[in-house]
Nanobody, 121 residues
Framework: QVQLVESGGGVVQAGGSLRLSCAAS????????MGWFRQAPGKEREFAAA????????SYADSVKGRFTISRDNAKNLVYLQMNSLKPEDTAVYYC??????????????WGQGTQVTVSS
C-alpha cells in the first residue's frame, strides 16, 4: 500500500522560507517521479514542481520557478520542496504525489494528506 506523508508546513512571513518533506513508503521509490501540487482555498489543485525518479530531471510551474527547488533522497525515500521568497499567493495546502513519468501531470496519484503553508503579508 502506497503511503505519502507530507510535513514541514507552517506560518511564515512574506519573503521567508520553508522546506517541505514527503516520506514515501510502499513503492519502489527510485522508480517513481514525485511531484508537489498545491490547492489554495476556493481554487483547483495546481502543479508546483516535479522530479524524475533519478533526480536528474525537474520541472516547475512558472509561478514558483526561481523560488522553489525540488529534490529527493532515494536512500531515505524522501522528497523535498525548498520554498524561498514566499509570497502570500503561495498560501495553500501542499500535497506530494507519485507518477511513473515526471512530466505527465495527469498521471500523478497516491496523494498524501497535505501540509498547510500560510504566508502572511
Amino acid at each position: 500500500q502506497v503511503q505519502l506523508v507530507e510535513s514541514g508546513g507552517g506560518v511564515v512571513q512574506a519573503g521567508g522560507s520553508l522546506r517541505l518533506s514527503c516520506a514515501a513508503s510502499g513503492l519502489p521509490f527510485s522508480s517513481y517521479a514525485m511531484g508537489w501540487f498545491r490547492q489554495a482555498p476556493g481554487k483547483e489543485r495546481e502543479f508546483a514542481a516535479a522530479i524524475s525518479g533519478s533526480g536528474r530531471s525537474t520541472s516547475y510551474a512558472d509561478s514558483v520557478k526561481g523560488r522553489f527547488t525540488i529534490s529527493r533522497d532515494n536512500a531515505k525515500n524522501l522528497v523535498y520542496l525548498q520554498m524561498n521568497s514566499l509570497k502570500p499567493e503561495d498560501t495553500a495546502v501542499y500535497y506530494c504525489a507519485a507518477a511513473l513519468y515526471y512530466n505527465r501531470l495527469n498521471d500523478y496519484g497516491n496523494w498524501g494528506q497535505g501540509t498547510q503553508v500560510t504566508v502572511s503579508s
